[in-house]
C-alpha cells in the first residue's frame, strides 16, 4: 500500500468515522494506531496537516500537501456521510490513482500520483 493510501485511510480513522465496518483489515483501521501513523507521516514532513474543529466540536483533518509531486489532497472532509463513502468507493475501486466522490452537492476529488 503506498503512502497515499495509507495517509487517506489514516486520516479516517483519526477522524474516528466508523472503523467497524472496516474491521478486516487490522491495525490500520484500528484508531489509536492510525492516529500514530498519520502524526508519524506528519513529523517526517511526509504530509502537513492541521486538525480542524468546527463550532459543534466536529473533528477534521485537512491535508495540505504531500510533499511527493503532484498529490495534492486539499479538500476539508467536513462530512462523516461524505468520507464514508469516499472509503468504501476507494476500497472497492482498487484504483491508487485518481477518485471523484460526488455526494449531495459537494464533489471530493482526490488526485494521487502513481
Not at 92 to 100: A, E, K, N
Request: charged share 20%; hydrophobic share 45%; proline share 5%.
Amino acid at each position: 500500500m503506498d503512502m497515499t493510501r495509507l495517509t487517506l485511510l489514516a486520516i479516517a480513522e483519526a477522524d474516528q468515522l466508523g472503523s467497524s465496518a472496516l474491521a478486516t483489515t487490522p491495525p490500520l483501521f484500528d484508531t489509536p494506531a492510525a492516529t500514530t501513523a498519520i502524526h508519524q507521516l506528519d513529523a517526517a514532513g511526509a504530509i502537513d496537516i492541521v486538525l480542524h474543529s468546527d463550532w459543534d466540536g466536529n473533528r477534521s483533518w485537512r491535508v495540505r500537501h504531500m510533499t511527493d509531486p503532484g498529490r495534492e489532497v486539499a479538500r476539508l472532509i467536513r462530512d462523516q456521510v461524505i468520507w464514508n463513502r469516499l472509503k468504501v468507493d476507494l476500497l472497492r475501486s482498487g484504483d491508487p490513482f485518481t477518485l471523484l466522490v460526488n455526494t449531495y452537492s459537494d464533489n471530493l476529488a482526490l488526485t494521487m500520483a502513481p
